[in-house]
């Protein structure tokens, strides 16, 4: 039967239908929804990693023991799993083992939008592209296959488009796989270089048989048509091509890594004009020049954000974008925003209020960063906040420490804070770190973590202590605060950024969006008689509350949860509560 | 089979209900045999954010999503959402608005004004628009969430596909015990848009 599916859980039944018993991942848009699928099927093991590092060497552990491995990730968890990447690239597999990575061309919810494709050409590992969900579940399974033929990983690259379309899709069995024998086999799994000298050797090798493969595979197709214009495209711009181009010959490519040479070649020669069409990186564009052949790349395209259909139209046949309507208005934004009563804003209140420096980090409290709030100074990456705090304080001095701090989700510490907080302790830093613990990923859709005390499958497990773990590290000042209690948070954030010592404030309080989160036993309203219009209360930027623009005063609305953290940045006492 | 592709272009504010709303749409295109592509935003862009999902059905579909100019119905659960999408409507395109108000942070700041009568304006410019008070018709139904299937009522009404299919569809994607709200706001907009 036909269904529709999007992207992420058509890779799921791909890898379920192909015999995989194994899967892990940590949570990051648009990657998530991919092993959220999986650990639903019977009889299978899913997981939520720490990080993607861990996720990476469980796979590898599994694929070692001879089990089909799923491993899936956003584009910028590549980085973190590397290591484990560029090594287990050498080792090779027992069990087929195949690695998601989830790009973000256009940063719908990402940091930056680097093209993964590359990892496959330094990690000589094979790359493939599917177009939509079908072939998300076929090219899946294939996968599979091809990483136990080659005896390599295999990545499957896709983007936010494949993997948050739904289009439809035909399911087929499941085929039972039998775990393959597990044999101790040092030379291929110990990474010595006496071993690894060797295994590279076989990746080469083994790398020499995938261009041949890449010649014949089902998984490039020529469609051969008008041949005034020829285009080689992978992934979702394929459909843009077809949309914009439906006359046009094609060459579409599933395998982008290692290229079909010959078969590009004579696909050039059979049109007059050759153009690659890719997002992001030129990578197929810069292989096909380097074989001397004439090509239309970034030159008339771009590197930046997503293609479009009428995109592809304006470049290479000049037809203008659409002009659209004048309704000669000005439309206000609508930036994402911290939901009515989140705990985090709490916190950012006080930050811009004392005039913190604040190293920043990864989760729904970057968007503290954004106006009203604007109190954020940096944001790199997972966990970079406790590091970058150090490494200011390390440049400017301790009298610059005294005002700075590190803010980091819970998810996000266990992911990666924790080596910064040793470091601090370790060289002598005496940052303050702030750990807004929701006891949840909030960002990707609320995900559990190894701090939430339950699994992926909803099955109660450890709770990771994080006080523990914060005092087994070495930190001596360990505060834990509510952080809509916005009094008490200052006065422990001036004690604590006074010391010449390294502190930890938890922030503890769970996200507003987790069912079972208490309902308040009052409402909040602001009595018009006492209140000025002074705008205190919307400059904590808060969706509960509305400034009545010809009134001069403030109104509490709908969307008011009771928070109560208007009513205590109230100068006037005109925020007031009452019991329902 | 029709052979052109019918695109719907879904607009509103995050938490709004677009994701439910093209999940039924595509549904009924899924009962009716047609190839059908939904795209939608996952992740930041749903805290409270300006949202869009987009739906296409015909006989054979490529791209997910719709080109700028070639929306054959915009549905927006939103006032200014409805104008901030505007560009992606065909000239001779449809409009649907519920006249709902939701406030922008720059807005409920007092940093910039709502255009308050924005719908009024784009009904001027466009022949093609319905508005409607979504938010109301559903509240008498029981719940002011099911505004959105009160949009899906109008929009069967202007795109003439069976209402029993979207009926279907509706009971195979709403939980059961939103159901009967779902089906009462459904059959209004129905009423409203004939």
Known sequence: ?580 | MQDKVTNIFIVGVGGQGTLLTSRIIAQVAVQMDFDVKVSEIHGMAQRGGSVVSQVRYGKKVYSPIIKKGDADIILAFEKIEAARWLDYLKPDGMVIINNERVNPLPVMSGKEKYPDTIHEKIAGLLPKTVIIDATAIASQCGNVRAANVVLVGILTAAIGIPAEEVEKAITAIVPAQALQVNLAAFREGLAAGA
Not at chain 1, 241 to 263: H, M, T
């Open chain 1, 1 to 580: 039967m036909k269904k529709l599916m999007i992207g992420n859980a058509a890779i799921a039944r791909g890898a379920y239908e192909a015999g995989a018993t194994v899967a892990t991942a940590y949570p990051g848009t648009p990657s998530t929804e991919i092993v959220d699928s999986f650990s639903q099927y019977e009889g299978v093991y899913a997981e939520w990693s720490p990080n993607e590092k861990v996720a990476l060497e469980v796979g590898a552990g599994a694929s070692i023991a001879g089990a089909r491995t799923l491993v899936a990730m956003k584009h910028v968890g590549v980085n973190v799993a590397a290591d484990p990447l560029y090594s287990f690239s050498y080792t090779g597999v027992n069990g087929g083992l195949v690695l998601v990575s989830a790009d973000d061309p256009g940063l719908h919810s990402s940091q930056n939008e680097q093209d993964n494709r590359g990892y496959g050409r330094f990690a000589k590992m094979p790359v493939i592209e599917p177009s939509d969900s079908q072939e998300a579940l076929d090219y899946t399974k294939l996968a599979f296959d091809l990483s136990e033929q080659f005896d390599t990983m295999v990545m499957l690259r896709i983007t936010m488009r494949l993997a948050h379309s739904q289009t439809m899709v035909k399911t087929g069995q499941k085929r039972e796989i039998p775990l393959k024998d597990y044999k101790k086999n040092a030379s291929k799994y110990v990474m010595l270089p006496g071993f690894a000298k060797r295994r590279h050797a076989e990746v080469e090798k083994s790398f020499e048989q995938l261009r041949e493969y890449a010649e014949t595979t089902p998984l490039n197709r020529v469609e051969m048509n008008d041949t005034s214009m020829g285009i080689i495209t992978s992934g979702v711009p394929y459909q843009y091509v077809k949309e914009a181009f439906p006359d046009a010959s094609i060459l579409k490519l599933g395998l982008v890594n290692p290229l079909p040479k010959q078969l590009i070649k004579t696909f050039a020669d059979q049109v007059d004009k050759l153009v690659v069409v890719e997002e992001l990186e030129p990578v197929i564009e810069e292989q096909v020049r380097s074989w001397g052949i004439e090509v239309i790349g970034k030159e008339q395209f771009t590197l930046l954000g997503e293609y479009s259909s009428e995109f592809l139209l304006q470049q290479l046949s000049g037809i203008p974008m659409p002009q659209g309507f004048n309704l000669d208005q000005e439309i206000p934004a609508r930036p994402p925003l911290l939901c009515a009563g989140c705990p985090h804003r709490g916190v950012f209140h006080v930050l811009r209020k004392m005039r913190l420096v604040v190293a920043g980090d990864i989760g729904c409290y970057t968007l503290g960063a954004i106006a009203p709030l604007e109190g954020m100074d940096s944001c790199i990456c997972m966990g970079a906040s406790i590091g970058t705090a150090m490494g200011m304080e390390k440049a400017r001095g301790p009298e610059f420490a005294a005002k700075t701090v590190a803010v980091i989700g819970d998810s996000t510490f266990v992911h990666s804070g924790i080596t910064g907080l040793i470091d601090v302790v370790y060289n002598g830093g005496t940052s303050t770190i702030l750990i807004l613990d929701n006891d949840t990923t909030a960002m990707t859709g609320h995900q559990d973590h190894p701090g939430t005390g339950v699994t992926i499958t909803k099955q109660p497990t450890n709770k990771l202590d994080i006080e523990a773990l914060v005092r087994a590290i070495g930190v001596k000042n360990l505060r834990v605060v509510d952080p809509l209690q916005i009094n008490e948070l200052e006065k422990v954030l001036k004690e604590e950024l006074a010391r010449r010592e390294p502190s930890v404030i938890i922030c503890a309080r769970p996200c507003v969006l987790l069912p079972g989160t208490s309902k308040p036993d009052h409402k909040i309203y602001v009595d018009n008689e006492l209140c000025n219009g002074c705008k205190s209360c919307i400059r904590i930027g808060c969706t509960g509350v509305t400034f009545l623009e010809e009134e001069k005063k403030a109104q509490i609305n709908g969307g008011c949860i009771a928070c109560g953290l208007c009513e205590q940045v109230c100068k006037f006492d005109a925020i007031k509560r009452t019991e329902v």
